[in-house]
């Protein structure tokens, strides 16, 4: 099979079934999987720089040299092929087995307590704590690993929740309970830590139970807030966080009027300031400028609060919000890191400057970061925020980190619904918006990462 020279990214055919993704670059060729791991998106939509391909949808990373993912989301690599090159044909060779899923665990090492007694808690079962728990495996740690978690679930995913509202928490799991097993990971169920001791290394359970720790990770993300005003415990009121959450809110809805004609009306520069009910029901929103809405349901998101309150006295620096306050390596103190909704960590696309960005991609990157720097491995934390929401099949994304901007250059047509945004802080990119077809905003988010965002002069100028 031959391919022209100037080509960068194709998919090919292997066998009667079979898909890889071959790439060239720098004159090498290169054959990793064709499918992102997180939710299958194509990457040969994405963008190839520096032996990196980022998925066009949610911004994930692969290695295209080993197929390893290296940001995210997602918690798996992708399979890597064999590329031979003779005479003018590049052959890809491939086992039947590396067909059969576009998803590749990585190889992870056992327990042996006998010859590793060292104990790492993490202290979560979220997204962040789950990629922790197997990085730490992935780079073969042998003592014990003991994750623990006040949900009676196993770790599954959350942002699945406000798509799937009926979707149980076992089809939504991120890895069967038996993958736990297999790879000698402690799985504590339905316990909270209610205090810890940095200086004397213990966590304290809700059941009264202590665990001595060498290292401990902190990653219990946070609780949804709640509006204090009056009708507040009126019955259909909800929060979503759990898929408990979301089944109760799917149940109350089926057949009310969510949406007319797809119709969603949006009230700004207003607060609520009362939900009325009736026979402890709720009936309308009432808000502070006078407007009233008739509501046979409400879904309140209003912020989190960091699940930090066990952390008080633990000698454990917390800002003013609750977060727990890392270095660059997620880490805390001696012996304490944080990932995660609850981190407060330094951005490095922003010099250093220390932010919290409850994420889904972050979480991933932080406990990755976080386990490897558990191990002495001094890997500081570098990614670039990625968001991304689906509205009526329109889909958002949005790449960096502006939480201040003087002004905003659209390259395109926002009411044709197809356009890039670019926020502007001096003459610095600070962040980019894209709505439509493409992979432009993977292709910002790794001008970012690598340092190689055009100014906003240039930006201008280009236009």
């Known amino acids: 099979m031959v391919f022209a020279f100037f080509m960068i990214m194709k998919t090919i055919d292997i066998g009667e079934t079979g898909k890889a993704l071959l790439v060239r670059e720098n004159g090498q060729y290169f054959a990793v999987g064709h499918k992102c791991t997180h939710y299958g998106a194509p990457l040969v939509t994405g963008h190839l720089s520096n032996g990196r391909v980022r ?154 139970t202590q665990l001595k720790y060498d290292n401990v990770l902190i990653a219990t993300g946070g609780r949804p807030r709640s509006l204090n005003v009056p009708g507040s415990d009126l019955q259909n009121i909800f929060l979503l966080r759990s898929p408990e959450d979301a089944n109760k809110i799917a149940d109350f809805a089926q057949g009310k009027k969510i949406h007319e004609s797809k119709g969603v009306k949006f009230i700004t520069d207003a607060a609520v300031k009362e939900f009325k009910g009736e026979n402890g029901k709720l009936m309308a929103v009432c808000f502070d400028n006078g407007t009233e809405v008739l509501a ?104 960096g980190h502006a939480h201040s901007f003087d002004d905003v250059i659209i390259d395109g047509d926002v009411d044709e619904q197809k356009f890039t945004a670019y926020y502007v802080k001096g003459d610095r990119i600070m962040a980019v918006a894209t709505m439509g077809p493409g992979n432009a905003a993977a292709k910002a988010a790794n001008d970012m990462f690598e340092g190689k965002m055009p100014s906003a002069s240039e930006i201008r100028a280009s236009l």
């Open 55 to 208: 998925c066009p949808w949610h911004g994930a990373c692969f290695n295209v040299k080993t197929g390893d993912i290296e940001d995210f989301p997602g918690l798996d690599s992708i399979p890597k092929f064999e590329v031979v090159i003779k005479n003018d044909d590049v052959i890809v060779r491939a086992h039947p087995e590396q067909l059969t899923s576009h998803k590749r665990v990585k190889k992870m090492a056992k327990a042996d307590t006998n010859e590793d007694r060292r104990v790492f808690v993490i202290i979560g079962g979220g997204g962040s704590a789950m990629k922790g728990a197997e990085t730490l495996r992935e780079e073969g740690f042998t003592g014990r690993v003991v994750m623990v978690t006040k949900e009676s679930h196993f770790p599954y995913d959350r942002p699945l929740l406000s798509k799937k509202l009926t979707a149980s928490a076992d089809a939504i799991k991120l890895r069967p309970e038996e993958y736990f097993k297999d790879h000698d990971i402690e799985f504590l169920q339905g316990l909270q830590a209610t205090a810890l001791d940095a200086n004397n290394k213990t966590v304290t359970l809700s059941n009264g």
């Open 296 to 399: 046979d349901l409400c879904v309140q998101g209003v912020g989190v609060i960091p699940s930090t309150d066990f952390l008080k006295n633990s000698g454990v620096s917390l800002s003013s919000r609750g977060d727990v306050i890392v270095d660059k390596y997620m880490k805390a103190r001696e012996g304490v890191f944080a990932s995660g909704d609850i981190a407060h960590f330094p951005l490095k696309m922003l010099n250093g400057e220390k932010v919290s960005i409850g994420h889904w991609q972050i979480a991933h990157k932080h406990g990755q970061t976080a386990a490897r720097n558990m191990l002495g491995q001094k890997e500081e934390i570098n990614t670039i925020p990625f968001f991304w929401t689906s509205q009526f099949g329109k889909s958002i994304r949005y790449c």
